[in-house]
């Protein structure tokens, strides 16, 4: 399988719009739904990539057969003196590409580029019960930083998550 990873461009509005209705569908491991893009209009979207890319913001993406099949956002916390260095970051990977070393490619791309925008800590989320996602976090250099008794909420129950962390 031939997979490109690079920076979004607008031109991505559409096929990421698709990308994130697919996944927010796949798992309840994420903090959406496929229903919470629905009615995103992809112009909407562009102004969304526009503001991405003016800042010290990354959003990777794996193309493959001209279809997005994994993302990796890294947000600044704030571009405040005390917080500057700080970004939380986000790994998706549609379903039928789980195990092919997608989201691995797509983090340690992601991280060189934090790295070079000047970002020392990048921190996560991830669920309590997701012990797939917390083991591939911690076999790349994550910690464990503490725990959250209500992360999300779906279907009406509570599920509790942990805090990761990375210096870079």
């Not at 994130?20 to 309840?28: F, K, Q, R």
């Not at 903090?31 to 990777?60: H, L």
């Not at 930083?145 to 992360?151: A, K, P």
Request: charged fraction near 35%; aromatic fraction near 10%; charge should be negative.
């Amino acid at each position: 399988m031939d997979t490109d990873y690079r920076l979004i461009r607008e031109d991505d509005a559409a096929a990421i719009i698709e990308f994130m209705t697919v996944i927010g569908g796949d798992t309840d491991n994420l903090p959406f739904s496929a229903s919470d893009f629905a009615s995103v209009d992809p112009e909407d979207e562009k102004y969304v990539i526009r503001e991405i890319r003016k800042g010290r913001n990354i959003y990777a993406i794996a193309v493959s057969d001209g279809k997005i099949i994994g993302s990796c956002e890294i947000r600044a916390q704030g571009d405040r003196t005390r917080i500057r260095h700080r970004a939380d970051i986000a790994i998706a990977v549609r379903k039928d590409f789980w195990g092919m070393g997608i989201a691995k490619h797509l983090l340690d791309y992601s991280l060189a580029e934090a790295k070079d925008r000047g970002f020392t800590k990048i921190c996560l989320e991830v669920r309590s019960d997701n012990d797939r996602a917390r083991r591939f976090y911690e076999t790349n250099g994550f910690f464990h930083e503490g725990s959250d008794s209500r992360l999300f909420l779906i279907d009406g129950r509570y599920v509790s998550g942990e805090h990761y962390g990375i210096e870079l």
